[in-house]
């Protein structure tokens, strides 16, 4: 029969793990010192290493128990109230530890949105034709836009038509081609930008 070393409870009354009741025994469990997001205070998207994107509440408490070490089976994350709890299974015993840790958001402002702020557009949609059609289409770029890493910078309304103003020439071109749209296309220098020549493309779209 073991008796624990520390605390001198029986074998029997609590659950032991080698000579130490499970009370007792040591869980190496390394905390960080903290734990820090960027998280964009207009998209709200997460900057995970060098790319920001929309994430989910899993992902974000995944990233955070990547940065823990130990002989913890599994872990949960209170992130709003700093504390986290690791599930232990060691020689048939189950235990539960919480600790404190030092999780947070530092806000930021990403990339996409400090153009858009900025009013920067590399594309223009332009809608024309039945007015029910434009309305119809509109909703449905909206929608595919709102899929991918791009912003609307701002929508026209004119007497032929609807402009949307769009971050980013490849995703535009993308979606038209996936929706089977026909369309022309025109290309105007916008100026320079790090020495390189920075163009605006219109897509034409005759609904």
Same mark, same amino acid.
């Given at each position: 029969m073991y008796i624990c070393p520390k605390c001198g409870t029986q074998e029997g009354t609590k659950k032991f793990i080698g000579p130490f009741c499970i009370d007792c025994y040591?869980?190496?469990?390394?905390v960080p010192d903290k734990v820090e997001l960027q998280?964009?205070?207009?998209?709200?998207?997460?900057? $995970? @290493?060098?790319?920001?994107t929309r994430s989910s509440e899993r992902k974000i408490k995944d990233?955070? !128990?990547? !940065?823990?070490k130990g002989e913890f089976t599994n872990a949960e994350f209170l992130l709003d109230k700093k504390k986290a709890l690791f599930i232990i299974e060691k020689d048939g015993a189950k235990t539960e530890i919480e !600790?404190?840790?030092? $999780?947070?958001?530092?806000?930021?402002?990403?990339p996409e949105c400090n153009k858009?702020? @900025? @009013?920067?557009?590399?594309a223009i949609i332009?809608?024309? @034709?039945?007015?029910d059609r434009i309305k119809k289409y509109f909703r449905i770029f909206e929608k595919e836009l709102d899929k991918v890493e791009t912003f609307v910078s701002k929508v026209v309304?004119? !007497?032929e038509g609807l402009d949307i103003y769009v971050g980013n020439t490849r995703v535009v071109l993308a979606i038209i081609k996936r929706l089977g749209?026909?369309?022309?296309?025109s290309t105007k220098l916008a100026g320079q930008k790090q020495g390189k020549r920075v163009y605006r493309t219109s897509f034409a779209i005759r609904l």
């Open positions: 040591y869980f190496r469990i390394n998280q964009c205070k207009r998209c709200l998207k997460i900057k $995970f @290493g060098s790319k920001w990233y955070v !128990k990547s !940065k823990f !600790k404190t840790i030092n $999780f947070n958001f530092n806000l930021d402002i990403c858009k702020a @900025g @009013g920067y557009f590399e332009q809608l024309r @034709g039945n007015s309304e004119l !007497k749209l026909r369309h022309t296309i």
